[in-house]
Every structure is written in C-alpha cells, then in structure tokens.
C-alpha cells in the first residue's frame, strides 16, 4: 500500500488580477493546489503541485504525474497478499471523489452489517495520514500555513517543494525510532523520477514583490533545516 492521496489548497495572496477568476473558487480567495501522498508515518512521497483552485481532486489528478512512474517502470516493486490473492500493484486510499478504480480503495459510504463497519472505520482512520501530513507541514513552516505573498507562481513552487524536503528530512531523522514491518527503503525516489513535479503553464516572469530575497529552493532549504 501506498496510503493515502489526496490535495491541499494554498491561499495566493497576491495572485495577479487577470487570474484570479481562475484561482478561485465560488466567493473565496485565489489558491493552489497541493496534490499529494503520504505514508504512515507522514512521508510524503510524492507532491505535484500547481493546479487552479478551480479544480477539484479529480482534475487534478488528471493533470497528475501520479502513475508515470508506474508507467515508465520506476515504481517500487512490490507484492503482498490479502484473502488469499496476490497483488503486484500499489494502491491509495482515498475518499468519495476519486474515480472507482482498482488502484483506488474508498470507504463504504453506507456500511452494512459488521466486516462493512469495520472496513469504513479503518479505511477512513487511516486516509487521515494524508491531512495529518498537511497539518504537520503547516505548523512547521509558517510560510505554507499564511497566504503566499510572492507573485511569481515558479517561485511559489521553490517555496512549497523546499518545505516537503525540509519535512521528509525530519521524517528521515525521526524514523530511527520507528518500529517497521517492512523496508523504508523500497519509497525513496531515484533521481530521475518525475512523481514531483509543477504546473507552470500559468507562469510568468513578471516581477516578484520579494526581489532576490527567496534564494533558490536547495539554498533555502539547506539553511532552513540548520534552525529546525
């Protein structure tokens, strides 16, 4: 199992005027979105980020490289066993808007009698590893948690990606005190996967509010790990 998938919106406070009815949605503020998925532990593995806020969780996982690496073969091998069948594909959970696919495990929305019950209950507990994932990268940084203040929607990008790695380095650093059943190893990305990735299509090269004060993401994030 991969655990859990699912998006996140990051208010854009500064979106330019001739995108906003884009970014928003209904009589809300301009966002974001943040696809990803996280494991028990809060790993976040993979993170596309750059969608509208007009987009709901379905098209954004259209736009989504979600499963190249499934498709291109870089994914981690894996092979498990349940009722008897074996599996040699990963699968999400996920809640009620995503797609009926095989890949995906959705809850029961109206569980009959008690194997039903208990599968809703389980499966709903642990699909919260992915919000809970959000909520941890929010409270670490305060920069995700605030409205972006930046104009430009690459350097956006820097920001957000540079705190998932900031985040997965403390994630790495904790794991030794972890109890695990299987090896940690198998989820970590080779460099030539793309299951990280953003959506520029938007982009622009105006002017950003900060000037060059936002050095690159791997600056920024080497310097902000060393105050964690």
């Given at each position: ?13 500064n979106c ?74 990963a ?42 994932a ?63 990735e ?31």
């Amino acid at each position: 199992m991969i655990e859990s998938i699912d998006c996140m919106h990051w208010e854009w406070k500064n979106c330019p005027h001739s995108w906003k009815g884009l970014y928003t949605r209904g009589a809300g503020k301009p966002t974001i979105v943040l696809e990803a998925v996280a494991s028990q532990d809060l790993w976040i593995w993979h993170a596309f980020f750059g969608p509208p806020g007009t987009l709901n969780d379905i098209n954004v996982l259209d736009r989504s490289p979600v499963f190249d690496d499934i498709i291109y073969g870089r994914a981690p091998k894996l092979k498990f066993t349940v009722n008897g069948h074996t599996y040699h594909r990963a699968y999400y959970l996920t809640d009620g808007i995503y797609p009926k696919w095989p890949t995906f495990i959705q809850s029961i929305s109206l569980p009959q009698g008690p194997e039903a019950k208990l599968f809703a209950e389980r499966q709903e507990s642990a699909r919260k590893d992915v919000e809970r994932a959000f909520g941890v990268l929010q409270a670490r940084f305060a920069i995700v948690r605030d409205p972006a203040l930046l104009w430009d929607k690459e350097k956006i990008s820097n920001i957000i990606r540079a705190c998932i790695i900031l985040h997965n380095m403390i994630v790495e650093d904790e794991r030794d005190g972890y109890t695990y059943q299987y090896d940690t190893n198998m989820w970590l990305e080779g460099e030539i996967s793309r299951s990280s990735e953003v959506d520029l299509s938007f982009s622009t090269d105006m002017p950003t509010n900060l000037g060059n004060i936002i050095p690159t993401w791997r600056i920024f994030a080497t310097k902000a790990y060393m105050n964690v």
